[in-house]
């Protein structure tokens, strides 16, 4: 059964990126004894590996118009390109995994070092069988031989936090695995970080002394952590935590969290009446704020004002959607995830990774809100009415290319050509026939298209089509390109890349139509990629 999901108000409204919200937890702790229209402009973002910006006008076999932008990749930061201690790791939902065995835990680990990603943060909860499940975490790590690192991250809006003996609880994950092979050092200190945990006291005056003196000073030699919680708090008071904290993990930086119906309802001269669709106009200006450092900025320049070095951890997430209703966990919205997210955060990362010691991905497997990156597997926390068929995997292929350019500072040559392309499953301004649930908040900010990115090892030629008569070429340099084009009703999802008159990659979605009236609302998106 469910045992635990925290009632958190979020209030939407125009905020600043640094403002310090906090989304609705995950439903994640889960007792399982079972197991637009043709108007729309398509856009093609090109960054390649090599040369200076131009715009150019890609071909075309329709009457969309287009346009192309590339952006020279070779280098990134503010220092000369050097592999160095940065580290990329997956958010796992250890509460999603009650059905797993340790070969479960292994084949993750595989697929996950496979593509780039150092480690899990395991999200740890209050559910009993949750301590043998991180056993079978850190054995399937040792077994698999990578060298892939684990560490906790404990779930605060779930775990108690009240009395001393909860922080023994908290105490007793560090001092099990702090001399694992497998467990994340930092610093020579054993990894450790939160979500949430900025009202928690441990039966002290004060939360700065609950952590600090019933966590971290309880904990010393082989067992020292260091820690970087994801504490709600605005960035100004992290001073509050002087001598706690060795630094602070940025959650809602993953997505521009302040864009809602009623922010972008609020922009002058751009938008009336949403209820319309999106403009290009406003698409274009929404575009601005994907990605952006702000809510980086912020926090980097909190951390440097303590001193000490504190280590600074970003979000990157490819997706948000959640659709549970009243009756069960009332969290029914989406965040703002068109152009590219994923692909755009990684490459603002990237660019001020000098200042960025962690990248964390926000998520492997937590379903109920639609960022997952890897398998559908385990225990969902019931959202298989918007997750089932609905593969993400395809991300992985560029978490790899991203991973590496986040890690060494400069991006790699593509070693092979791939295609990557996604689109949720029904238009925006769909009214289903059966969803007791309603519309999700936020559902008119997104815009109905085909995401794709190119990596591409020379010049070629890539067709994306959404039916017979609807398509759109492209000529991408060698490197990373981004591609989109509209959808409508109908519509499918296929794209092609050509160099020399030969078909390199032929990448169809099967079973995939974009619907106009759906049963039930659904924003999450598929993902198909080229092998």
């Excluded at 009632?7 to 702790?29: C, E, G, K, M, Y």
């Excluded at 900025?297 to 209703?325: C, E, N, R």
């Excluded at 997952?372 to 298989?384: C, D, K, L, N, V």
């Excluded at 290319?401 to 301004?429: C, E, N, V």
Aim: charged share 10%.
């Amino acid at each position: 059964m469910l045992v635990h999901f925290p009632l958190i108000f979020l209030s939407f409204v125009a905020l600043s990126l640094a403002s310090p919200l906090r989304t609705d937890r995950h439903i994640n702790h889960f007792n399982h004894r079972f197991s637009r229209n043709s108007a729309v402009q398509p856009v093609l973002l090109l960054n390649s590996s090599a040369g200076p910006s131009s715009s150019v006008t890609p071909a075309s076999s329709s009457s969309f118009p287009a346009t192309m932008t590339t952006t020279s990749q070779a280098s990134t930061g503010t220092s000369s390109p050097s592999v160095s201690s940065k580290y990329v790791i997956a958010h796992f939902m250890v509460g999603n995994s009650y059905p797993y065995t340790v070969d479960n835990w292994l084949a993750d680990i595989f697929l996950a070092h496979s593509s780039g990603i150092d480690g899990f943060a395991l999200n740890v909860g209050v559910d009993s069988w949750q301590p043998s499940q991180v056993a079978n975490a850190y054995q399937a790590a040792l077994q698999s031989g990578t060298g892939f690192k684990l560490f906790m991250s404990f779930d605060m809006s779930s775990l108690p936090c009240t009395t001393a003996s909860d922080a023994a609880n908290l105490r007793t994950y560090i001092t099990t695995y702090a001399t694992h092979p497998n467990q994340l050092l930092y610093n020579g200190r054993v990894m450790a970080s939160t979500f949430s945990g900025e009202t928690c006291t441990f039966g002290q005056g004060s939360v700065a002394s609950g952590w600090s003196t019933q966590f971290v000073q309880q904990l010393t030699g082989s067992s020292a952590v260091h820690f970087v919680p994801s504490f709600f708090v605005d960035p100004s008071q992290f001073n509050t935590y002087s001598g706690v904290i060795d630094g602070m993990f940025n959650w809602n930086s993953g997505w521009p969290i302040q864009v809602t119906t009623s922010y972008v309802s609020s922009i002058p001269g751009l938008l009336g009446d949403i209820a319309s669709g999106l403009s290009s106009t406003v698409s274009s200006a929404l575009s601005n704020v994907i990605g952006s450092t702000t809510p980086d900025d912020t926090y980097i320049s909190s951390l440097s004002a303590m001193g000490g070095g504190k280590t600074y951890m970003a979000a990157v997430s490819p997706w948000f959607f959640t659709h549970y209703g009243p009756s069960t966990y009332n969290k029914n919205w989406i965040y703002l995830s068109d152009d590219h997210l994923y692909a755009t955060r990684w490459e603002s990362l990237i660019a001020i990774r000098d200042q960025v010691d962690f990248a964390q991905i926000i998520s492997w497997n937590d379903f109920g809100e639609s960022h997952y990156i890897g398998p559908i597997e385990g225990a969902q926390p019931m959202s298989q009415a918007w997750v089932d068929g609905n593969d993400h995997t395809g991300w992985l292929n560029l978490t790899s290319y991203y991973a590496s350019a986040f890690k060494t500072g400069s991006y790699p040559t593509p070693a092979k050509d791939q295609l990557i392309m996604w689109s949720r499953p029904h238009a925006a301004s769909a009214s289903a026939s059966n969803d007791p649930v309603g519309k999700p908040t936020n559902y008119q900010i997104t815009s109905d298209n085909v995401w794709a990115v190119v990596l591409a090892t020379s010049p070629a030629t890539v067709v994306l089509s959404t039916s017979s008569s609807h398509s759109q070429t492209f000529n991408v340099p060698a490197g990373v390109s981004k591609l989109a084009v509209p959808i409508q009703p109908g519509g499918t999802m296929s794209g092609t890349l050509t160099r020399g008159g030969q078909t390199v990659i032929d990448l169809q979605a099967t079973d995939f139509t974009f619907e106009a009236n759906p049963t039930t609302y659904n924003f999450n998106a598929l993902v198909v990629a080229s092998p």
